[in-house]
């Protein structure tokens, strides 16, 4: 089975950004892959509120995308935890299927006019290996 890394929001609503992470990891699931949630699992034992506890997360998360077959970025706003996951997988180019907070695919053809993205979201897809 093909490990697929959820990138999604974390901080702000963490509650509403939980459960879109859970609802990502089940869809996954019940598709055939394996999810990885990185911050789903490290949360549980590390401080976010913690400056160093939270990068500390973060980097243990980037170890875990690093052997993901694939990245699923799950919503239109790119945190600074996504943008640095991102920057991974482009630099690894780990292929990235883009999704709104509702799992609607948002195509790699469509992407430059679809009204879901702006042009800061665009921008940080550069160089990135949209699948």
């Known amino acids: 089975m093909q490990k697929v ?3 999604s929001p974390y901080r702000g609503d963490i509650e509403h950004n939980i ?3 859970r609802y990502a990891g089940h869809i996954a699931a019940v598709t055939g892959y394996v999810p990885v949630i990185p911050h789903l699992l490290y949360p549980q034992f590390l401080d976010d509120n913690s400056p160093d506890e939270r990068i500390l997360g973060i980097q243990l998360g ?4 690093k052997v993901s077959d694939m990245m699923w970025l ?3 706003k790119i945190t600074k935890g996504m943008k640095y996951e991102l920057e991974i997988a482009k630099k690894m180019r780990i292929p990235i299927r883009c999704y709104d ?19 800061e979201f665009l921008a940080e897809l550069k160089g990135a290996n949209i699948v």
């Open 5 to 7: 890394f959820i990138c």
């Open 101 to 119: 907070e509702k799992l609607n695919r948002i195509t790699p053809d469509t992407l430059s006019i679809d009204d879901r993205v702006d042009a």
């Open 19 to 21: 459960e879109v992470a």
């Open 62 to 65: 980037a170890e875990l995308l």
């Open 74 to 76: 799950i919503g239109t």
